[in-house]
């Protein structure tokens, strides 16, 4: 699961994003990308526009969401 960051942290709390970000960080539930760094880049592609959105990568969404309530895949995400 791809968290878009920072929409998700100040959808969460507008006032205080930064600091949600920093702790959710801090809880390593997020894939690092091989570089070390923790903000992954994917491309939403439809029929008419192509755009980039850079998230924290969840390998086990259910760590975060254990009732297992989250949307099915994005069939226009890619790498």
Do not use: C
């Not at 969404?61 to 309530?69: M, S």
Request: proline content about 10%; aromatic content about 12%.
């Amino acid at each position: 699961m791809l968290l878009v960051s920072p929409a998700i942290f100040k959808d969460f709390d507008r006032e205080n994003w930064e600091l949600v970000q920093k702790r959710f960080t801090k809880l390593r539930l997020h894939q690092r990308r091989p570089d070390g760094t923790n903000i992954h880049t994917y491309t939403v592609t439809s029929t008419h526009k192509k755009s980039r959105i850079r998230g924290y990568l969840l390998p086990d969404p259910k760590a975060v969401f254990p009732e297992g309530n989250f949307p099915e895949p994005n069939p226009y995400l890619t790498k």
